[in-house]
């Protein structure tokens, strides 16, 4: 059970998301951490690892049969590690995806992530989970719930109050 997703699944749920080999090597963690802490997600987990072929092709199963997966394993198994985090606040989903862009960057906003960074589909710096279930299904393989902490940031209250 993910602690994360189980609290308040409607406006508060994690988000996995992956900062790919790419970001990583162009040295942009840093940037890419500070869009999500400054729009006043939490941090609930981030590591540094490479992951295995085995991660990777069912991280992206349900690309199993398009014609760009066995490259985007590849990628993602390239040996340049990436960083897998696991962030945790209101509407968090919905607006991960838009901050990280559309999957192609020559289609995404200016001010997204993939927008500002990035040109190629097959290059595109940072994957974000699209669902709930994605996410569940995403925080499971990568963390072990002992990895998911559990605090308050000091501005929570601030970042979370609607009145
Ligand atoms: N991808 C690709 N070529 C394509 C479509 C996707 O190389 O024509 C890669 C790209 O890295 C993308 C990933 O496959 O981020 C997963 O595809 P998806 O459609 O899930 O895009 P995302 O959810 O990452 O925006
Ligand atoms: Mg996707």
Redesign the pocket.
Known sequence: KNPVLLEGAKTIAGEKGTIKPDGVSRQLVGKIVSRFEERGYKLVAIKSLTPSPALAKEH?SD?ASRP?YA??VKYITSGTPVVAMVWEGKDVIRQGRRIVGA?NPLESDPGSVRGQYAVS??R?LI?AS?SFDAATKEIGLWFDSAELAEYEPTAWGWVMADN
Do not use: A
């Open positions: 992206y690309l760009f490259g985007l999957t589909v097959g595109n994957h699209d």
